[in-house]
Each structure stands twice: as C-alpha cells, then as structure tokens.
C-alpha cells in the first residue's frame, strides 16, 4: 500500500501556515516515534481551540505523513478555503445526512490505500468546563473496527492559551507567547474488541478506551490529574 504523497496543495499550505506558527509560538512536540512509517492508520486528536488543527497538523506534518482530517462539508463551500481542502485530500463530513456514511466510507479507503485519517472524536470544540475530552462520538470506533489500523492518541494544549474556545472577545491571544504542546502515544490497544459485532454498546466502549487513552496523554502534557470520566453535556444539562 502507498502513503499518501506530500502533493503541491499540502505543500502551499504549509507555505502559508508555517512561518506564523514558527513566529508566533514557541513548540513542544513529543512522540512523533508512534507515528507509523508506512501503513494506514487513524489518529485520535482532542479539540479545545479553533486554533488547534493548525498546531496538529504542522506537528503531523513534519512526521513526513500528512493527515486527512474529516472536515464540515460547509467548509467546502468558500471557493479558496474549499479548493484548499480539496486538494489536499480532506474528507467532507455531511452531518444529519445519509451521506455522513459516505465520509466513513472514504476514510476507510484512504486507510487501506496506506493514509492516516485524523479524527476529532468530540466532533466540536469541548465543553467541558476545564477542557478535557468528552463523550465523543463513535464514527471512530466504526472506522476502526473496519480497518483493524494502529489508532494513535494525539493530545494537545497551547491552541486553547491563544484562542480561547467560547471567549466572549474573538480575538488572539499570542503574547506572552504560547507554546503549542503536541503528545503522540503508542497505538490504542483494542484487541479485545476485534471480531465483536459492532452494536452501539461495543462502538461507545471503543471509543470511551480510545478517548481515555488521549485524555491521559493529556493530563501528561498538563501535569495534572485527569478526571476519573469523560465529561458528558448531555448529562450537565439535565443537571441544571
């Protein structure tokens, strides 16, 4: 199987992203050892900054394996951030639609064709009061029961420090200036869980590991415990 090749569209947003980040912020990027060199596989990324994919994917990108992250379908609309993500390869995500299918159909192909797909299994920024990772959604679990491949936890913190999620003021934040944690783990071990009909009760159990495993990574960037569970706003609704 062929990894995916660092095409013109990836490398002319790394030209423009680049040099930004590198000014803006200072780096500390650990783990880059688990990303697989060769094969197919899924990375697990938490979400706490509109800033955040940026950080992730420059830390990715100099693995030398560019990501595909699954992207709105609305992001797709502007003509040059839509040519942009197009070219790169980024996958449209067309939620509420029979065509959320079609996405996981495409991530599942570009895994076995030798890619790496990254997944924000939150599906949106957290809600969590204190930015951990929350009860995420199981599209991740579905993909990697398919495909068998590596799942790599990916935490991160930094973005948040910049770009507040939910800030009242939308506006940056860059001095003093940030630096931009990014913490890669070993592949999740889910061995238990192959062969096991994918039923709702395996797919959350799945995804609940994957999310426990990238909320440790990031208690490891923090310095500080990580709660015992996953934040749930379902449930912090019902409690007010």
Same mark, same amino acid.
């Given at each position: $199987?062929?990894?995916?090749? /660092?095409?013109? +569209?990836?490398?002319?947003?790394?030209?423009?992203? !680049?040099?930004?980040?590198?000014?803006?912020?200072?780096?500390? +990027?650990?783990?880059?050892?688990?990303?697989?060199?060769?094969?197919?596989? /899924?990375?697990?990324?938490?979400?706490?900054?509109?800033?955040? @994919?940026?950080?992730?994917?420059?830390?990715?990108?100099?693995?030398?394996?560019?990501?595909?992250?699954?992207?709105?379908?609305?992001?797709?609309?502007?003509?040059?951030?839509?040519? $942009?993500? #197009?070219?790169?390869?980024?996958?449209?995500?067309?939620? =509420?639609?029979?065509?959320?299918?079609?996405?996981? #159909?495409?991530?599942? %192909?570009? &895994?076995?064709?030798?890619?790496?797909?990254?997944?924000?299994?939150?599906?949106?920024?957290?809600?969590? @009061?204190? *930015? +951990?990772? *929350?009860?995420? !959604?199981?599209? &991740?679990?579905?993909?990697?029961?398919?495909?068998?491949?590596?799942?790599?936890?990916?935490?991160? +913190?930094?973005?948040? =420090?910049?770009?507040?999620?939910?800030?009242? %003021?939308?506006?940056?934040?860059f001095f003093p200036r940030k630096t931009l944690r990014v913490l890669a783990g070993p592949p999740v071990d889910l061995d238990a869980y192959h062969g096991l009909e994918p039923?709702? =009760?395996?797919? #959350?159990?799945?995804?609940?590991? &994957?999310?426990?495993?990238?909320?440790?990574?990031?208690?490891?960037?923090?310095?500080?415990?990580?709660?015992?569970?996953?934040?749930?706003?379902?449930?912090?609704?019902?409690?007010?």
């Amino acid at each position: $199987m062929s990894r995916r090749r /660092i095409g013109f +569209w990836y490398r002319l947003a790394a030209v423009i992203a !680049k040099p930004p980040l590198i000014v803006l912020f200072k780096r500390d +990027w650990r783990g880059m050892e688990h990303i697989p060199a060769d094969e197919g596989f /899924i990375t697990a990324v938490n979400h706490n900054s509109y800033l955040d @994919p940026l950080s992730y994917a420059h830390f990715q990108y100099n693995t030398g394996r560019v990501p595909r992250f699954l992207a709105k379908a609305a992001l797709f609309k502007p003509f040059f951030v839509g040519t $942009m993500l #197009r070219g790169t390869g980024q996958i449209p995500v067309f939620r =509420e639609t029979t065509d959320a299918a079609n996405a996981f #159909r495409a991530a599942v %192909e570009a &895994i076995e064709n030798g890619e790496c797909v990254a997944f924000y299994p939150e599906g949106t920024l957290t809600r969590d @009061p204190e *930015m +951990w990772p *929350m009860v995420s !959604k199981t599209g &991740i679990a579905r993909v990697a029961l398919l495909t068998k491949a590596p799942v790599i936890p990916v935490a991160q +913190w930094g973005a948040n =420090e910049a770009m507040p999620p939910y800030a009242k %003021e939308k506006k940056f934040r860059f001095f003093p200036r940030k630096t931009l944690r990014v913490l890669a783990g070993p592949p999740v071990d889910l061995d238990a869980y192959h062969g096991l009909e994918p039923t709702a =009760e395996t797919l #959350r159990a799945v995804t609940e590991t &994957i999310m426990r495993s990238v909320t440790e990574l990031l208690a490891e960037l923090r310095g500080e415990a990580a709660p015992d569970g996953l934040y749930d706003p379902r449930k912090a609704r019902e409690a007010k």
